[in-house]
C-alpha cells in the first residue's frame, strides 16, 4: 500500500486523564475455537466496536480498514489512545454513511458491504493499492485441481515475512480481506499487528475493536527460536502489584501517583516514573522511591533502578 499523504485523522485526544480514555496493552491468552490451539497476545482495546450506536458502522468494516490503515504510516511509532481509536471508529463510520448518497452504489451493495476498490474509489482516503505487493490465495488450493498454482496460505505468509521491512524502514500495511470482512494487518521487523474494528472477531461476545500485537512470538518464531514456557514468569508494574515469586519486572508503562499513592495513569502525577523521561539523558542516581500506598511492584522497581546506577561503573559520565 502507498501513502499519498499524512493523514490528519484527528485532534490529539485532550481528555486523556482517565485510564479509560488513554487505554493500555494487556495480555490475553487466546483459544481457537476447537480449542486444539492456544496464543498469548497483548491486546489494546477501543472502547466500542464499529457495531455501537456510537458508531452506527455496522457493516462498514471496508470502509474503517482503508481509512485506518493510514494511521500506522502517519504515526509509525504511536499506538492510538483509546480516546483517538474511538474517534476513529465513529469518523470513519460516519464516512462510509457518506456512501448512501449514491444510489447506484445501494443498487450494487444492498448490504451496504462496499468492496475495496469502490471505497479507494470514493476516496474516503489518501491511500492506494501496490498490487505487485498484493496477494491473493486459499486454504488448501492443493486439494483442487482448478487451484493448481494458486498460492496457499503459507505460502503468502511465507512473502509477507521476507518482506517485513518496508521501504525507507518503514512498516509494510495490509488491507486483509478475509470471509466477507477486512482488517488491517501492520508489518514491522520486530511485531505484527492487527487492526481489527469488529471485536466478534478477537473472541466470541467481545464488543471492542482492537489492535493485536505479536512481537516476541513473531521474532522467536521467524528465527526458529525454541522457548520454555513458566507460568507467571513476570510482572508489569503499574498494573501487576505483588512481586510474588515472578522472574523478571518488565517496565512498560509510566508510572504516575499523587503524594496520597493514588494512581493518575494518563495525567502526570506528583510522583512519577517512565522511562520515557530518559530517552536523552542518563536516569539520575538516588530516584525518589514512591509516597506511601504505591503497589510493592513500582516501588521495588525504582529500588532496583537506584541499585543499578549506584553500581555501575562511571554512571552518567
Not at 485532550?14 to 485510564?19: A, G, I, R, S, Y
Not at 450494487?108 to 493499492?129: G, Y
Not at 513458566?230 to 517496565?251: A, E, R, V
Amino acid at each position: 500500500m502507498r501513502r499519498r499523504q499524512k493523514l490528519d485523522v484527528n485532534e490529539p485526544a485532550h481528555e486523556q486523564t482517565e485510564p479509560s480514555t488513554t487505554g493500555h496493552w494487556e495480555e490475553k491468552e487466546l483459544v481457537i475455537r476447537d480449542g486444539q490451539a492456544k496464543l498469548k497476545a497483548n491486546v489494546f482495546l477501543a472502547s466500542f466496536d464499529q457495531r455501537s450506536d456510537k458508531a452506527a458502522g455496522e457493516s462498514a468494516c471496508t470502509a474503517l480498514a482503508a481509512i485506518i490503515a493510514s494511521w500506522p504510516q502517519s504515526n509509525q511509532d504511536n499506538t492510538p489512545t483509546r480516546a483517538q481509536f474511538d474517534r476513529l471508529i465513529v469518523k470513519d463510520s460516519s464516512e462510509w454513511r457518506k456512501l448512501y448518497d449514491n444510489q447506484d452504489l445501494i443498487n450494487q451493495f444492498p448490504n451496504k458491504h462496499f468492496d475495496i476498490e469502490t471505497v479507494l474509489q470514493a476516496r474516503l482516503c489518501p491511500i492506494s493499492i501496490l498490487h505487485e505487493k498484493s496477494f491473493i490465495g486459499f486454504f488448501g488450493p492443493e486439494k483442487f485441481e482448478t487451484l493448481k498454482g494458486v498460492l496457499s496460505f503459507d505460502q503468502i505468509w511465507d512473502e509477507i515475512k521476507r518482506n517485513a521491512k518496508g521501504d525507507n524502514d518503514m512498516p509494510r500495511i495490509y488491507i486483509v480481506s478475509w470471509n466477507d470482512h477486512f482488517f488491517v494487518l501492520k508489518v514491522d521487523v520486530n511485531a505484527y499487528y492487527i487492526i481489527d474494528t469488529f471485536g466478534k472477531r478477537l473472541f466470541e461476545g467481545c464488543n471492542q475493536a482492537y489492535i493485536l500485537r505479536y512481537a516476541y512470538v513473531v521474532v522467536s518464531a521467524l528465527h526458529n527460536v525454541g522457548n520454555i514456557l513458566y507460568k507467571d514468569f513476570m510482572i508489569q508494574p503499574l498494573w501487576d502489584t505483588k512481586i510474588g515469586n515472578k522472574f523478571i519486572i518488565h517496565f512498560t508503562y509510566g508510572c504516575d501517583y499523587d503524594m496520597k499513592g493514588k494512581l493518575t495513569y494518563g495525567k502526570i502525577g506528583e510522583w512519577r516514573f517512565d522511562k520515557r523521561s530518559y530517552t536523552t539523558a542518563w536516569p539520575p542516581k538516588n530516584l525518589p522511591l514512591p509516597p506511601p500506598g504505591v503497589p510493592e511492584s513500582v516501588v521495588t522497581l525504582v529500588k532496583m533502578v537506584n541499585e543499578a546506577t549506584a553500581n555501575i561503573p562511571n554512571w552518567g559520565s
